[in-house]
T-cell receptor, first 118, second 113 residues
Framework: SQQGEEDPQALSIQEGENATMNCSYK?????LQWYRQNSGRGLVHLIL?????REKHSGRLRVTLDTSKKSSSLLITASRAADTASYFC??????????????????FGQGTILTVHP | DADVTQTPRNRITKTGKRIMLECSQT?????MYWYRQDPGLGLRLIYY???????NKGEISDGYSVSRQAQAKFSLSLESAIPNQTALYFC????????????FGPGTRLTVL
């Protein structure tokens, strides 16, 4: 089963508005990552937040992480039509049997389809 | 030039045929991964490899096999293709020194008739 569950499944907004996507997961993580996919193309890494971080920024992106609730959110501010894409969260699970390192593989959520209307 | 390349980009084949999808990378990463993507299901891990001598099954490895011919090359085979293997297949790489941030190829769209 998927480690990450995303909400909403689809989001439609107007250009200039903010877009917020949420991700919940089930087990302890080393880090959580967000990826973007334009239709039918390969995923592109957006941002990584480590388990000991609570918030991270990159340009118009803001990611938060609440490990107590096992959830993360991705905020895109001042959205543009070019932000139209699918967004996926991915968790790098913690391997507690290996000194707190990761398993070295990601588990992806089903994604949120974002449509930004001009 | 793209850092992660996949060939072919599109393939239509028939049930029972053997198919090989190839992935090459110039990023110098040690880790390589194969995923499949189906509508509404996100990406699911098929196989992954941490170095040339290391191959691991992912969550959906049945019906697939892989070969890590070199650090830069990782191929995925469908020994006897079936229609429910119709999907978009992605190769990805990562470097253990990072946070397992992954770099994806452009994908191969496979249709099994």
């Amino acid at each position: 089963s998927q480690q990450g569950e995303e909400d909403p499944q689809a989001l439609s907004i107007q250009e200039g508005e903010n877009a917020t996507m949420n991700c919940s997961y089930k087990t302890s993580i080393n880090n959580l990552q967000w990826y973007r996919q334009n239709s039918g193309r390969g995923l592109v890494h957006l941002i990584l937040i480590r388990s000991n971080e609570r918030e991270k920024h990159s340009g118009r992106l803001r990611v938060t992480l609440d490990t107590s609730k096992k959830s993360s959110s991705l905020l895109i501010t001042a959205s543009r039509a070019a932000d139209t894409a699918s967004y996926f969260c991915a968790t790098d699970r913690l391997n507690s049997n290996a000194g707190g390192t990761s398993y070295g593989k990601l588990t992806f959520g089903q994604g949120t389809i974002l449509t930004v209307h001009p | 030039d793209a850092d992660v390349t996949q060939t072919p980009r599109n393939r239509i084949t028939k049930t029972g045929k053997r198919i090989m999808l190839e992935c090459s990378q110039t990023k110098g990463h040690d880790r390589m991964y194969w995923y499949r993507q189906d509508p509404g299901l996100g990406l699911r891990l098929i196989y992954y490899s941490f170095d040339v001598k290391d191959i691991n099954k992912g969550e959906i490895s049945d019906g697939y096999s892989v070969s890590r011919q070199a650090q830069a090359k990782f191929s995925l085979s469908l020994e006897s293709a079936i229609p429910n293997q119709t999907a978009l297949y992605f190769c990805a790489t990562s470097n253990w020194r990072g946070g397992n941030e992954q770099f994806f190829g452009p994908g191969t769209r496979l249709t099994v008739l």
